[in-house]
């Protein structure tokens, strides 16, 4: 089984999620959980891999406007993102 990596301010940003919506704090805890048991790259939130100079990440919707973004390899789930993806 995968561990989860936080990288960078990607747990406070988790903390503050919790704190600020808990509906979507629980679908990212659903999201998290379905990756750690199961292959990354499917799944819930629409799993997309990215291209050019993102090339090796993938991407997750949370809701319409916030994306979760991460890597993955045999050991470890990599968080590098949580949040917003558009300019509000």
Known sequence: MRSLVFEGKTWA???QLREDDKKQHQQLRKILKEMLR???S???GSPEQLKHELSGFWSRRLS??????YRFDDNA???FAIGGHYDD
Not at 64 to 69: A, G, M, V
Request: charged share 30%; aromatic share 12%; net charge negative.
């Open 64 to 69: 319409q406007k916030d994306r979760l973004i």
């Open 77 to 79: 789930i990599f968080i």
């Open 42 to 44: 499917q799944g819930l």
């Open 38 to 40: 199961n292959d990354p």
């Open 13 to 15: 940003a988790y903390e």
